[in-house]
């Protein structure tokens, strides 16, 4: 497969398959949706899309994470080349309403488990540039490898320690964050305070990582990955 088609020209292939039968639209909704930040609604140029009959389903998905996956300025995670095993992990969980989104639930339902890591195997694969963005300042990218690498004394976790080295991420629990648009690392770990509030973190859990975090280094954190090549 051509890493860089976006929609793929085996007619037999096991994903071709799934777009064909309409399975795909619910798909690239509930990949949208890691981020829950996903707008469906939002249009593609014509030039990042198939066919006619088959370019809307490609376009739900890139509209919000750009040409195969790689994720884009708008908050939305590049799915390219990350882990097929936590893809897939996290698409079965919503299905199983063990990860909780209305919207990834009401999508991933439709996936058989085949469905799940014909397209989990299919994003892994792909292996765009990084989103286009700003380029951060280097005071900002300098102090978020650190963090990245060695954390912040006893309080601050550093985030290679979960999601492998160069965050290139670590088996199906903890995907790879190198590479993500700065925009959405930190609406992510955002979120993950916001449940710190309302809850006792689990040690060691995301939410007690980012409630560790004050906004300062948050913002060094996602300049760093932002520019780290997954």
């Not at 990949?31 to 609604?41: N, R, T």
């Not at 488990?113 to 300042?137: C, G, M, N, W, Y």
């Not at 991420?169 to 710190?196: D, S």
């Amino acid at each position: 497969m051509n890493r860089m088609t976006i929609f793929p020209t085996n007619a037999n292939s096991p994903l071709r398959r799934i777009l064909r039968r309409g399975v795909y639209i619910g798909t690239a909704a509930s990949i949208g949706a890691f981020a829950m930040l996903c707008h469906a609604q939002s249009e593609v140029p014509a030039t990042n899309q198939a066919t006619a009959a088959e370019g809307p389903s490609i376009a739900t998905c890139v509209a919000c994470h750009g040409v195969l996956g790689a994720g884009s300025e708008t908050d939305a995670p590049r799915l390219a080349g990350k882990d097929p095993d936590y893809l897939a992990h996290a698409l079965s969980m919503f299905k199983a309403g063990t990860r909780i989104s209305p919207q990834m639930q009401a999508v991933a339902q439709n996936l058989s488990e085949s469905d799940i890591r014909t397209l989990a195997v299919f994003f892994s694969k792909q292996h765009p540039p990084l989103a286009p963005t700003s380029v951060p300042p280097t005071a900002l990218v300098t102090a978020g490898k650190q963090l990245a690498e060695t954390g912040a004394g006893i309080s601050v976790q550093a985030c290679f320690s979960c999601h492998g080295a160069g965050g290139k991420g670590n088996g199906a629990r903890f995907p790879g964050i190198a590479g993500e648009p700065a925009a959405f690392t930190i609406a992510r770990l955002h979120e993950f305070q916001a449940r710190a509030k309302t809850s006792t973190p689990k040690p060691g859990s995301m939410t007690a990582v980012a409630a560790s975090l004050n906004d300062t280094q948050i913002e060094q954190v996602a300049a760093y990955l932002s520019v780290t090549a997954p």
